[in-house]
């Protein structure tokens, strides 16, 4: 989602909003159902009311200075579960749900070890559990309207809307992808993509979920990749225990 993070010895985010593949598909194993259907749009409700949380390792790389530095993180990654708010968008003053996305962990770089924590804050239509907005700690993002689809199956893939920044320096655009699992969930993946407005790359951000029948979910990865003048600067794998 934008740079909602700083790490002290990375300079680009390591994670986005709302929910993306990259990563481990984090399949199972054994038998899969391809005619599964899981309800999408209870599974987005429940993740805002109900909020979700793991504890992941990731791993990767950063460039500076041209070099190449290995990186390894151990952290708990949560959204909280949304309460009511208030907030000021350009189509006016709104009720909306808000929910608080933190991290905190330790960091591996170049032999030292780093403290991580940060927060970014969520906000969603209590109507339809769309997200309306993301506030990161340097830039404030409002999403285009869009609604979550109510069914879908193996296979699936769509726009899950579009945000950008006040004033417009960077547009982000929301899609998800449905992928099979096991015989009773499914793999949900939703992707967040970062350019500016003149339409250079800045970072791509994908969540996967495993969901069930019931809408009920749990993260399985995250990968996060960031680009400094359309040249890749980082790659992040996030794996959830």
């Not at 404030?140 to 193996?154: G, I, K, W």
């Not at 939703?190 to 951000?205: D, P, Q, R, Y």
């Amino acid at each position: 989602m934008k740079k909602f993070l700083l790490f002290a010895f990375v300079s680009t985010s390591i994670f986005l909003s709302a929910c993306g593949g990259g990563g481990s598909s984090g399949s199972t194993g054994g038998q899969t159902d391809l005619t599964l259907t899981i309800p999408f749009h209870t599974a987005m409700a429940n993740i805002v009311n109900k909020g979700i949380s793991g504890d992941f390792t990731a791993s990767g790389w950063v460039i500076t200075a041209g070099v190449k530095i290995p990186l390894t993180i151990d952290g708990v990654y949560s959204r909280s579960a949304a309460a009511s708010a208030s907030l000021n968008t350009p189509t006016g003053l709104q009720s909306l749900l808000k929910q608080t996305l933190t991290i905190k962990g330790s960091g591996v770089m170049g032999g030292a070890t780093y403290p991580l924590s940060g927060t970014s804050d969520y906000y969603f239509s209590a109507a339809n559990y769309a997200q309306i907005a993301l506030i990161d700690l340097s830039k404030n993002y409002y999403f285009t309207p869009y609604s979550n689809p109510a069914l879908v199956q193996a296979g699936a893939s769509g726009s899950l809307g579009s945000a950008s920044d006040q004033p417009l320096t960077q547009i982000i655009t929301q899609s998800y992808s449905i992928a099979p699992d096991t015989s009773s969930s499914l793999l949900a993946t939703v992707n967040w993509t970062t350019k500016s407005s003149a339409g250079m790359l800045i970072e791509e951000f994908s969540t996967i979920y495993r969901v069930d029948k019931l809408g009920n979910s749990k993260f399985v990865a995250i990968n996060n990749k960031s680009y400094d003048q359309g040249k890749q600067v980082m790659n992040l794998d996030m794996v959830f225990r």
